[in-house]
């Protein structure tokens, strides 16, 4: 499965920004769809993921209550709403799918290939 992340730019402190990420078959009930950020110099960690067949949701303390990612099943998408964007959420945004609900990037077996989201202080 290929999956695509699009969506990222440049945003002022506080603003908002939405990234999608499509993927190129159906994504499975049992799937897991994670969102993970890597800033430079620092290691990718985990931001938001969501459990496709019940649509629960997780998320870093770090974007709790900012940030909010949803599915749909239709167009097989994910999609991270960012709101109350700081400067320290800057990164590389990356979309993965996999089987197993974890922080870890390690459990995730696809991967898109990332988009640059920069927040100006």
């Known amino acids: 499965v290929q999956l695509q992340a699009f969506g990222g730019g440049l945003v002022q402190a506080g603003g908002s920004l939405s990234l999608s990420c499509a993927a190129s078959r159906r994504i499975f009930s049992s799937n897991i769809v994670g969102w993970f950020r890597q800033a430079p110099g620092k290691e990718r960690e985990f931001a938001a993921s969501i459990r496709w067949g019940r649509g629960s949701t997780y998320y870093a303390e770090s974007v709790k209550g900012r940030f909010n990612i949803s599915k749909d099943s239709a167009k097989n998408t994910a999609t991270l709403q960012m709101n109350s964007l700081k400067p320290e959420d800057t990164a590389v945004y990356y979309c993965?799918?996999?089987?197993?609900?974890?922080?870890?990037?390690?459990?995730?077996?696809?991967w898109g290939q990332g988009t640059l989201v920069t927040v100006s202080s």
């Open positions: 993965a799918l996999g089987s197993t609900l974890s922080y870890s990037p390690s459990e995730y077996n696809y």
